[in-house]
């Protein structure tokens, strides 16, 4: 048996296009599927061909916004990348604001909110 691995997350997103374009300019990523969810409403899946985000919208723009307060109920997702500074150059020209800079072990990170306020942490351990 392989090492157990996270496959995907599933995200409520307001709009899933403009989210699903953002994680593609940010890591080079790309669409797995999209289309109508089970529950109603629409959903893309971005990443690679080992694992993706789900990006899930039910009510799109009316989604109120205590869905997207930090911790509810997780408080963040961290992505690992090779070259930190390229990614926060895309970042910035998403538009978004990294913050909370830290170097310590065991790698480099910053952090940025998404659109929706989702809170990504991004690593460098090279």
């Known amino acids: 048996m392989t090492t157990p691995f996270i496959e995907h997350i599933n995200l409520t997103v307001r709009d899933p296009e403009r989210s ?3 994680l ?3 890591f080079g990523w790309h669409v797995r599927w999209q289309g109508p969810s089970q529950m109603g409403g629409r959903t893309i899946h971005v990443g690679s061909d080992r694992f993706y985000i789900a990006l ?3 009510q799109g723009a009316e989604t109120p916004d205590e869905v997207f307060h930090k911790g509810r109920p997780f408080n963040h997702v961290g ?3 090779d070259d930190l500074d390229a990614i926060e150059r895309k970042v910035e020209a998403a538009g978004l604001r990294p913050f909370a800079h830290g170097d310590y072990e065991p790698g480099k990170r910053f ?3 998404d659109h929706d306020g989702t809170e990504y942490e991004i690593v460098s351990y090279a």
């Open 24 to 26: 593609i300019r940010l």
């Open 56 to 58: 899930y919208t039910h």
């Open 111 to 113: 952090y940025f909110l």
């Open 79 to 81: 992505i690992v990348v």
């Open 20 to 22: 699903a374009q953002l």
